[in-house]
């Protein structure tokens, strides 16, 4: 059972450089979340989806974009790198809002 | 607005020493859910435990138990008789019933388990 699957687990940018980091579910849940870690700082919602079509902001979504064209995809977009998004993403999902929400690897990224 | 707080950043411990992970929250909504979540080495987040606002009944699994007492806006989290394997971060997090119906993280508190 692939859960959720985030692709790649890590990239260097350079600053003003732009990519996509992938996220796909196979559970059909129809809530996704992607989240960045900082050092000792808990995760922070970046974006959050409740289905298909429907994508909203979380706490700090400035410098970052999302779609939702399907239920199992949720893609994050940086635009124009920043090392202050030097982090570790995690894509999550979950069957509603329960909250139990099931968690990709990560991603590290990297802006320098 | 929600927060969460996990005031113990590091706690080290030895093997089958039991240990308490406290965790406070605020919020103004009557009706909310609270979690534990576990950080291994590995890096992936794994789910321990949900308990609504309602439900103010201590949970047991095992080694791991947890206390909720809404008059101290508390969730704490105990293992009993630690094992190295339990090196990991934990993160308590908050979810309100309404509006984005996403988690608030706290900052999560490290435990290392020596041999």
């Known amino acids: 059972n692939a859960g959720v699957t985030q692709t790649p687990k890590f990239r260097i940018l350079k600053i003003g450089q732009s990519m996509t980091l992938q996220c796909a579910q196979d559970?059909?849940?129809?809530?996704m979340y992607w989240y960045r870690q900082d050092p000792g700082m808990g995760l922070k919602l970046i974006y959050y989806?409740?289905?298909?079509?429907?994508?909203d902001k979380g706490e700090v979504p400035n410098g970052y974009n999302v779609s939702r064209s399907t239920t199992e995809d949720f893609p994050l977009r940086l635009e124009l790198a920043a090392p202050s998004q030097t982090s570790v993403y995690f894509c999550?999902?979950?069957?509603?809002?329960?909250?139990?929400?099931?968690f990709g690897e990560g991603s590290r990224l990297t802006v320098l | 607005a929600q927060k969460v707080t996990q005031a113990q950043t590091e706690i080290s411990v030895v093997e089958k020493e039991d240990v308490t992970l406290d965790c406070v929250y605020e919020?103004?909504?009557?009706?909310?859910?609270l979690f534990w979540y576990k950080q291994p080495p590995s890096g992936e987040l794994v789910f321990l435990i949900r308990?609504?606002?309602?439900?103010?009944q201590n949970e047991i699994s095992g080694r791991y138990s947890w206390n909720f007492q809404k008059s101290t806006s508390s969730f704490n989290f105990t293992i009993t008789a630690s094992q190295v394997v339990d090196s990991a971060v934990y993160f308590c997090?908050?979810?309100?019933?309404?509006?984005?119906?996403?988690?608030?993280f706290g900052s999560g508190t490290r435990l290392q388990v020596q041999p």
């Open positions: 999550a999902s979950s069957r509603g809002g329960t909250g139990e929400l099931f």
């Open positions: 559970m059909n849940h129809n809530y």
């Open positions: 989806s409740v289905g298909a079509g429907i994508t």
């Open positions: 919020t103004r909504d009557t009706t909310y859910y």
């Open positions: 308990r609504n606002s309602f439900d103010e």
């Open positions: 997090a908050l979810r309100l019933d309404t509006g984005r119906r996403a988690l608030t």
